[in-house]
C-alpha cells in the first residue's frame, strides 16, 4: 500500500465517497432530511 499526500484533484472523489459513505451506511439510523442535512447533494464548491 502506497499512502500518499492529499492533492487538490483529490477533492471530488473524496466528497463523493464521503456524501456514499454517510448516505449508505448511516441511513439505517437517521431520516433522508437529516442525511441531507448533514450531507446535502448540493454545496457550494467553493467554500
Do not use: C, G
Not at 9 to 34: C, G, K, M, S
Amino acid at each position: 500500500m502506497y499512502i500518499r499526500s492529499y492533492k487538490e484533484e483529490d477533492a471530488p472523489i473524496l466528497r463523493d465517497l464521503f456524501w456514499n459513505t454517510v448516505h449508505t451506511v448511516n441511513a439505517v439510523d437517521y431520516t433522508r432530511i437529516q442525511l441531507d442535512a448533514w450531507v446535502p447533494v448540493e454545496y457550494d464548491r467553493n467554500a
